[in-house]
């Protein structure tokens, strides 16, 4: 009896191989197979609104940003951390094309009541506010002329890790 299951199941299953082998989709002539997607193509991506990620590890998920020239910037400065401000305080400074990067970040140290921004100073093109673990911010702002640019975040020693490029096409 046993032998007999075995024997069905196997006549089974070759029948229903048979049965499937001569059953592959033939492509029309002249027709291709897309993949569809639901993103918009590159030239259709703003490429001028910009999210940015900051960690407990003095990490920008970015270390260059490219926008268009002539148009208003967004950027959106995420915190996914979980420490707070006074401690793991994260911001987001665009300077100015020259300015040296280690001395602005050696000014902003003693900025402390001015969210590690130096009061007066005309290095920057715009910035965030210090923002701690789970905290975002957003800024909005007229693109710079064509070049590149230096970004960092302020805290104190944050700048010699937390910096990238900020190219303007």
């Not at 199941?9 to 029948?15: A, D, E, K, Q, Y």
């Not at 911001?91 to 009541?113: E, H, M, P, Y």
């Not at 910035?127 to 702002?141: D, N, R």
């Amino acid at each position: 009896m046993r032998i007999l299951h075995y024997a069905l199941g196997i006549v089974f299953s070759f029948l229903m191989l048979i049965g499937c082998a001569g059953k592959a989709e033939k492509k029309k002539e002249n027709f291709t197979y897309k993949k569809q997607t639901n993103t918009p193509p590159k030239a259709e991506v703003d490429k001028n609104n910009v999210v940015i990620t900051s960690n407990d590890a003095m990490q920008f998920s970015k270390k260059e940003i490219k926008v268009n020239a002539g148009k208003k910037v967004k950027i959106t400065l995420k915190h996914i951390g979980k420490m707070d401000k006074k401690v793991m305080g994260h911001n987001f400074v665009l300077l100015k094309q020259g300015v040296n990067l280690t001395a602005f970040g050696n000014k902003a140290v003693i900025a402390s009541a001015n969210e590690y921004i130096p009061e007066g100073t005309q290095d920057v093109i715009a910035h965030t506010k210090l923002i701690g673990g789970g905290e975002t911010t957003v800024i909005e702002f007229d693109a710079p002329e064509v070049g590149i640019y230096e970004f960092l975040c302020s805290f104190p020693g944050h700048y010699a890790i937390m910096k990238g490029k900020f190219i303007v096409e």
